[in-house]
């Protein structure tokens, strides 16, 4: 068995993880940390979890994070960057499903997250955590940075065009809409019901801090830089993203053979027939991501629609899907739920 740590336990993200290693055959979970909720029966604050998490909140400075074999980081930006060196040197894995590890370039990260970098010594040997690129590298990795969601949706619907660089990669336009989970299980006013039920915005759109680690990976995807516009829309649903996403066409391919060849094989992705338009509810509570490629008018502009659910393959689900790779398990254990209609 793997003994897992969850630090951060509280927030949609880290129920979600909870939810997902409870169901998985190989884990023991062994702690979960929260500072203001130590001494709490985890099932307590989340009835959904009775009967299968038997565990205690723990205050992070007493719970046992060596001991475990992976530990998971829940929480909000800036903090696993703090604990992670310490953790690792006691033989543990990491998984951070914040932003902490996500970009190379600590300048940048520090100009977008607004802080001093704690640990810029273990930015080159974070692996970003997106396995339909990155899986050997994850094999073999300690300190594994889970992708965004925003950047999840965004770089599965555009890889298969930039590796075959048959787009201007200079004029990439993501307009990606989010359901109100994104934002976190936080007091916040525009998250609140009266304000974001029927309502529907734009957000970020002069930046948003998800920009510069979609360019980073899709850079590295080209082998160039990339032009990127990138806009998030806040919409209102609990959970889901749904990205539209466009490119000029320079070459010309099959580009519905394209996106299948690319995929072939990877459990979580799930190229639709050609014309589809997949819905955010068709992976709701799953681990997947939907593609639909589209030529409108048989034009020079691709669209293609990248369907997640946020809180699964844009956070949590990604995260044990990390870890089944780290530990050499088959990668679909414990995420073989189907997506939740209506």
């Not at 977008?112 to 970098?117: A, K």
């Not at 993203?241 to 799930?270: C, M, N, S």
Request: glycine share 10%; aromatic share 6%.
């Amino acid at each position: 068995m793997i003994k897992v740590g969850v630090v951060g336990g509280t927030g949609y993200t880290g129920v979600e993880l909870l939810r997902l290693l409870a169901q998985h055959p190989k884990v023991e979970l062994v702690t979960v940390t929260s500072r203001g909720e130590a001494g709490i029966a985890v099932a307590d604050m989340f009835p959904s979890l009775r009967g299968r998490v038997s565990v205690n909140f723990t205050d992070p400075v007493e719970a046992p994070l060596g001991g475990c074999d992976v530990v998971f980081f829940a929480t909000p930006n800036g903090v696993a960057m703090k604990q992670a060196s310490a953790i690792l040197k006691a033989g543990t894995k990491v998984i951070d499903l914040a932003a902490d590890f996500r970009i190379a370039d600590v300048a940048l990260w520090e100009k977008w997250y607004g802080m001093p970098h704690a640990s810029p010594e273990l930015l080159s040997e974070a692996v970003y955590g997106l396995p339909e690129v990155n899986r050997t590298a994850i094999r073999n990795a300690r300190l594994v940075a889970n992708p965004g969601c925003y950047p999840t949706a965004t770089q599965l619907g555009l890889l298969p065009l930039l590796e075959a660089g048959c787009v201007d990669v200079g004029g990439l336009i993501a307009d990606v809409k989010s359901g109100v989970s994104g934002a976190g299980r936080k007091t916040e006013t525009h998250i609140l019901f009266s304000e974001a039920s029927d309502n529907f915005k734009a957000y970020g759109v002069a930046g948003h801090r998800h920009l510069p680690e979609i360019r980073q990976e899709l850079s590295r995807a080209a082998g160039k830089s990339v032009g990127l516009t990138f806009v998030p829309h806040l919409t209102p649903m609990i959970r889901g993203i749904h990205a539209t996403l466009y490119a000029r066409i320079e070459k010309e391919e099959d580009f519905q053979a394209l996106f299948e060849r690319r995929y072939a094989g990877e459990p979580f992705v799930d190229v639709m027939p050609a014309n589809s338009h997949p819905e955010t509810r068709s992976v709701r509570s799953a681990n997947i991501c939907r593609i639909a490629v589209h030529r409108p008018q048989n034009g020079d502009t691709l669209v293609i629609l990248s369907i997640i659910d946020n809180l699964v393959k844009g956070a949590a689900g990604q995260a044990v899907q990390n870890m089944n790779i780290m530990f050499e398990l088959p990668e679909s254990t414990g995420l073989t739920q189907l997506p939740i209609l209506p």
